[in-house]
């Protein structure tokens, strides 16, 4: 049962662990849906308008009906008002999963939808510099297919359920996730940066990354400060031939990667980077 005590569904506050949902509910039928993850830290939802985008991009995406009331202002009250219920006033994370509403078997009866809000404990180390790097591998057994679909955090994700699976089992802290041209797309749930003499790489969306909005956000802080950084295929010879490499995403902001495959890998200038983003979201 949730730690939190209330939820809401469809625009209205209920207690948490009720049963809401028939066995016909088309996410739990065929992940016919999406979600998007947000973090509250120090009273303030971060990115929020890049998350509000992406969960709309990826609505027209799967051809969901967005009712005419969506829009940034409403998520953000009914999150208000959530947070409020909760007695939440700092760190949380926010999770809205979006679902064909509906019964019907592969060929949906509406393309109306139904919507989920609900609150997930914050971790502790999210967005502050962490010393102890992790340890990552390539997870190749499942391939990232490449749809209109991937670079959305979509309600089918078993490639990544898959990977955790085979990190947990190889004792790493994530796993790398590659496409079928066996170029690197993402983590488990993170984005894939490295260094290369002192220039910035990470992979191109159209290879199937996720649009990470804290990826967004540090691609656009690296152009502000004239950092040279590059979106391109990148291959697992090229990633292991990296100075340092990394692992961005809203949860935990910035972790520096210590070993791939294996292979150590310093980080000076990862730190100085992430140290930097940092500050300038306290300065908001």
Not at 70 to 88: D, M, P, V
Not at 100 to 122: D, K, Q, V
Request: charged share 20%; hydrophobic share 40%.
């Amino acid at each position: 049962m949730s730690e939190f005590s209330f939820l809401n569904l469809n625009g209205k506050i209920f207690p948490a662990g009720g049963k809401y949902f028939p066995s016909t509910n088309r996410a739990f039928r065929y992940g016919d849906g999406l979600f998007e993850g947000m973090r509250l830290m120090s009273g303030e939802i971060l990115f929020f308008e890049n998350h509000m985008e992406r969960l709309f991009d990826g609505m027209h995406a799967l051809q969901l009906s967005i009712p005419e009331n969506f829009s940034s202002a409403y998520f953000f009250t009914l999150i208000t008002e959530l947070l409020r219920a909760n007695k939440i006033l700092n760190d949380v994370l926010i999770r809205i999963q979006v679902f064909r509403s509906g019964e019907g078997l592969y060929e949906p009866t509406t393309n109306e939808i139904e919507f989920l809000i609900e609150l997930l404990p914050a971790p502790a180390d999210g967005f502050i510099w962490n010393e102890k790097g992790i340890s990552v591998g390539i997870f190749s057994e499942w391939k990232k297919e490449l749809n209109p679909s991937m670079s959305f955090k979509t309600s089918n994700s078993l490639v990544y359920v898959m990977g955790s699976l085979w990190k947990k089992k190889n004792n790493l802290d994530d796993a790398l996730i590659v496409n079928a041209a066996g170029n690197i797309c993402d983590a488990t749930s993170s984005n894939v940066f490295f260094w290369k003499n002192k220039k910035l790489f990470t992979p191109v969306l159209s290879d199937g990354a996720v649009r990470g909005i804290t990826r967004k956000n540090l691609i656009a802080f690296c152009h502000a400060q004239n950092i040279s950084i590059t979106e391109k295929s990148i291959s697992e010879n090229e990633l292991l031939n990296a100075d340092e490499i990394f692992l961005t995403n809203i949860s935990k902001g910035i972790r520096k990667v210590e070993a791939l495959n294996g292979k150590q890998f310093s980080n000076e200038m990862t730190k100085e980077l992430a140290l930097d983003f940092y500050n300038t979201l306290q300065k908001k």
